[in-house]
């Protein structure tokens, strides 16, 4: 994953499937946001 990478076509055919889609995220960003949130 990463920021600004999208592909909404794919996203459709997987979510169809049942699959969950996460665009547009970062994980090193988000696992940064997480960790503050615990600490606080």
Same mark, same amino acid.
């Given at each position: 994953? @990463?920021?600004?990478? !999208?592909?909404?076509?794919?996203? !459709?055919?997987? +979510?169809g499937?049942?699959?969950? =889609? ?6 090193? =960003? !988000?696992? !940064?946001?997480?960790?503050? @949130? +615990? =600490?606080?």
């Amino acid at each position: 994953m @990463q920021l600004n990478i !999208e592909n909404r076509e794919a996203a !459709e055919l997987l +979510t169809g499937k049942g699959i969950h =889609v996460v665009m547009n995220r970062c994980i090193k =960003v !988000e696992h !940064e946001l997480l960790i503050r @949130q +615990t =600490v606080l």
